[in-house]
């Protein structure tokens, strides 16, 4: 079982340099998506305040297009939400030293799979199996 775990010339776990390599990339991108996250935020704020002399004024065809503009912002919101959340997650697995192992097979997911989409728990053949 041990072997079968082994790849990426025989590791099964990423080493404490390469971790804290993966810890400031996704330190970087939890900045940029926290940045983000509060732009939507201050929008939503702006466009609560439109709405509302929108509604007062009874401009209904407004009302709608700024309803459904507000949706949106608020699904990219919660969606920022959430990969701030993974990118945690992955802070974790990092400490815990677990973080680059796919949570399916066992084996180690490739550092280009992990720089692109840091967040992870799965090798692309695991991921692809699920669908």
Known sequence: MQQEN??????????????NEFRQLINEKIKMAREELTELASSLSASNSN???AAIAGKTLEDGSATMEKEQTNQLAARQKKFIEQLEAALMRIDNKTYGICRTTGKLIPKERLRAVP???????????QS
């Open 6 to 19: 082994m790849n990426q010339g025989g590791k099964n776990k990423y080493s404490d340099s390469e971790l």
């Open 51 to 53: 709405g509302d002399d």
């Open 119 to 129: 967040h992870t728990t799965q090798t692309m053949e695991a991921k692809l199996k």
